[in-house]
Structures are given as C-alpha cells and as structure tokens.
C-alpha cells in the first residue's frame, strides 16, 4: 500500500473512529451529523458550522458541540482534519500536480498506474453484472448502431467506431470531424 494511501486510510479511520467511539454518548442532533460527515465529508469540509447545521437540521452550537466531543479543540480543528482527509483523496492528476516536485520521474509511472489499478478494482466491485450483459446483448441483436461524438467525446467515440466496424456489421460509424 502506497504512503498516500495509508494516509487517506489513517486520516479516515481516525476521523471515523472517532465518531465511533463518541456515537453512542451523542445526542440526536450529533448523531445526524456524524452520518452526515460519514457520508459526506468531502461536502462538509467546505460549510461552516452554521451552514452544516443548517442543512443537517442542528443549531450552529450543537456543530461546534460536536466537534469538541470529538475531541477538537473547535469547529476549526475538526475542519482541517476534514481538509487533510479530502486532499489525500485527491485523483492521479491531481496528486501528481501537487507532488510533482517530490517524486522522480521515473516513479510518475508507477504512481498513475497503481491508481489506475485501484479505480478499475473499484469499478470491477461496483458494476452490475447484469446490466453490463443487458447492454452487450442489446447492441448485438441491434439492427443498426450509430457511434456520435462530439468535443472531448470524439476521439473516444472515434476508438468505439472503429472497433465496433471491424467485429459488428450493423455499425455505422461517421469520421467527419466536425458537424456543419
């Protein structure tokens, strides 16, 4: 596991265990917005303690409340550690802009390609076997399939096209570059 993964996994399980621990002792209110930060830390960390609490349903003191039971000094310190959470969760991109400086270059490629792997394990947990099969066969017993895209979809639809003419006879894929 890669440093910046343990710190994400730090930084979360910290947070989360924190919230854990207290559950039980919190009241109603606190409770929501420790479901709320669960699930939504990366909106969170942008509100202020009136704001979350509006939108959870709190008053802005029971926010400021729970982040002391939490063990922050203050509504402040729990917000950086929702910051710290949110920038170790930053994409590939965003993480080599940041950390450009600090790795060599030859640890860029290892760096984007362990991401790349963690994104497709993701995607491999989360896909619906049964939609995937659905759209397959849709397209195979389809009379005809039309391959259109347009802007930063172009050069995908270009791949799609063009594979889908040499396996699928029913494909009609148009290479005009621009629509006038």
């Not at 080599?96 to 640890?107: D, H, K, L, N, P």
Request: charged residues 25%.
């Amino acid at each position: 596991m890669e440093t910046s993964e343990r710190n994400i996994e730090a930084n979360m399980n910290e947070l989360i265990g924190r919230i854990e621990a207290k559950y039980e002792k919190m009241s109603k209110g606190q409770k929501r917005l420790a479901e709320y930060v669960k699930e939504n830390y990366d909106k969170a960390v942008f509100l202020t303690a009136a704001r979350l609490g509006e939108i959870v349903g709190v008053s802005e003191s029971t926010v400021v409340r729970f982040a002391t039971q939490l063990g922050y000094r203050g509504y402040p310190e729990f917000q950086n550690a929702l910051e710290e959470l949110v920038r170790n969760k930053l994409n590939s991109i965003q993480r080599m802009e940041v950390t450009y400086g600090r790795i060599t270059q030859s640890e860029i490629l290892e760096t984007v390609l362990q991401s790349d792997i963690e994104k497709i394990k993701m995607t491999l947990s989360a896909i619906d076997h049964k939609a995937f099969n659905w759209a397959i066969d849709t397209l195979l017993e389809a009379k005809r399939i039309y391959v259109v895209g347009i802007r930063s979809c172009a050069p995908l639809a270009s791949f799609y096209g063009i594979l889908s003419e040499s396996c699928m006879r029913q494909c009609n894929y148009s290479k005009y570059k621009q629509f006038q």
